[in-house]
């Protein structure tokens, strides 16, 4: 099979209810969108959930980096390509692209994802799944990886607390990966977000947070970027999330 074959094309029709204030795509629904497509192409490859679920497997969105050309508009047409990249390590990687109706790219994204057993909650090596595809014929959206964000030593402009409710959880009864790009949000003044054109963001998921967990989320600004970082109760780190604008 030529290497088109496993990239994976979903058309879409931006909803009122993925848009923000701005009417545009909001930054959570980016995620919602490639988290589909990724699900979708999984289950067509064959390690999707059908898989997971005879195997005892998940799979856990890790980091994802992802930079923004143009935000679509409300009724706007997309079509949201991704496919999966060779491996490395403990970590499965996948591209996105999103462009308009014209063929014009709205916004790249590049993620590395971990296969956990759902018992132990223990990385599986992804390689032996991938093995059969020719991954490296595959270009990548982004020239670099999605970045490990490590913490700075800034003062904090912002602190707040939230309380993941029954309506931040996904399947697993985690929460959605979507969930804490809200949370990240909510440390930003609307005038600050309005004003963002050209962006690339960053975020990690470092320990899944559950029903009722309170996190503590600090926002560290620097001269170029933004960073916020949300703990859980023993302070432990839950996700990190860093926005800079291009």
């Not at 949201?80 to 790249?108: V, Y």
């Amino acid at each position: 099979m030529i290497k088109e074959d496993y990239i994976y094309q979903m058309p879409h029709t931006v909803l009122y209810s993925e848009t923000d204030a701005r009417g545009r795509l909001s930054l959570p629904s980016f995620f919602a969108l490639f988290q589909e497509a990724a699900l979708l192409q999984a289950e067509q490859l064959g390690f999707g959930e059908t898989y997971c679920v005879q195997e005892g497997l998940m799979w856990v969105l890790s980091r994802l980096m992802l930079e923004v050309d143009a935000f679509p508009h409300h009724r706007d047409q997309l079509r949201i390509e991704t496919w999966p990249k060779t491996p490395k390590g403990p970590f499965a990687n996948r591209d996105f692209l999103l462009q308009a109706s014209d063929g014009s790219t709205c916004a790249r994204a590049t993620s590395a994802w971990l296969l956990l057993n759902t018992e132990s909650l223990r990385p599986v090596r992804p390689q032996k799944l991938f093995a059969q595809y020719p991954l490296d014929q595959l270009e990548g959206a982004l020239p670099e990886a999605a970045p490990k964000i490590n913490s700075e030593e800034t003062e904090c402009s912002r602190e707040l607390e939230v309380t993941a409710r029954y309506s931040d959880l996904d399947q697993n009864d985690h929460v959605n990966n979507t969930r804490y790009v809200r949370w990240f949000l909510a440390c930003y003044t609307p005038a600050e977000i309005d004003a963002v054109e050209h962006l690339r963001f960053s975020i990690n998921y470092l320990q899944a947070a559950s029903y009722m967990d309170k996190v503590k989320l600090r926002r560290c600004d620097s001269d170029s970027r933004s960073t916020v970082y949300g703990y859980l109760q023993d302070d432990s780190p839950t996700f990190s999330a860093r926005i800079q604008l291009r």
